[in-house]
């Protein structure tokens, strides 16, 4: 298992970040595109804090397991993960329903990646959110140098998974915890009902 050391910055312009981008001599590795996912978590996943992930990047197809050490704490380093690239979407979610593992949500977003002396900054959009960027790197020496070459206070840096970024700007009734229990996360799809905005 690895460990994930990445940092999200919120309700960012995309024009400005990559003008800063350029600016510190970043290298643009995939334009922005479409992206899907299927999220799975069972009950004893859940228990342990943890999910598995099939996600179409574009240029490849990844198989994720994560694991969080902490719901409640959210640090730099609170995600374990183990990845592998496999070879059809579907195919993927085909065999793990086979097994017995349905997916439990089907999430859309966009990615921009680039990259800044060995780190990967991606410029985030999901559905019924501000874009965000996400820094992610060998160390958190690494992550927090980047950080501050595109200008961003670490005081504002926001750690965990994507439901603590739509906490932010909703609050979620009837006991959801976010996106994870949203069976359809798209684009074009209306905000979810249980979705309230914040003032």
């Not at 001599?25 to 943890?50: G, N």
């Not at 097994?99 to 089907?106: E, L, V």
């Not at 160390?139 to 998974?161: I, M, P």
Request: glycine share 4%.
């Amino acid at each position: 298992m690895k460990t994930e050391i990445e940092v999200k910055f919120t309700d960012i312009v995309i024009d400005e970040i990559r003008k800063k981008l350029k600016d510190c001599d970043a290298v643009l590795v995939h334009p922005m595109r479409l992206m899907k996912r299927a999220l799975i978590e069972e009950p004893h996943h859940k228990a342990d804090k943890s999910f598995l992930r099939v996600r179409d990047e574009g240029d490849k197809v990844t198989l994720t397991f994560k694991r969080r050490a902490s719901l409640m704490q959210q640090s730099i380093d609170n995600v374990d993960e183990l990845e592998v690239v496999v070879s059809s979407f579907e195919d993927t979610i085909e065999l793990l329903r086979e097994a017995g593992w349905k997916y439990k949500t089907f999430q859309e977003t966009k990615r921009e990646t680039w990259h800044i002396d060995d780190v990967e900054v991606v410029i985030d959009e999901w559905p019924w959110l501000k874009p965000y960027i996400e820094i992610e790197g060998e160390t958190e020496q690494a992550v927090r140098a980047v950080a501050e070459k595109l200008g961003f206070d670490w005081q504002n840096a926001q750690f965990g998974h994507i439901d603590a970024v739509y906490a932010q700007y909703y609050t979620f009734a009837n006991k959801i915890r976010g996106v994870i229990d949203v069976p359809d996360v798209r684009f074009d799809d209306p905000l979810p009902k249980d979705f309230v905005k914040k003032l």
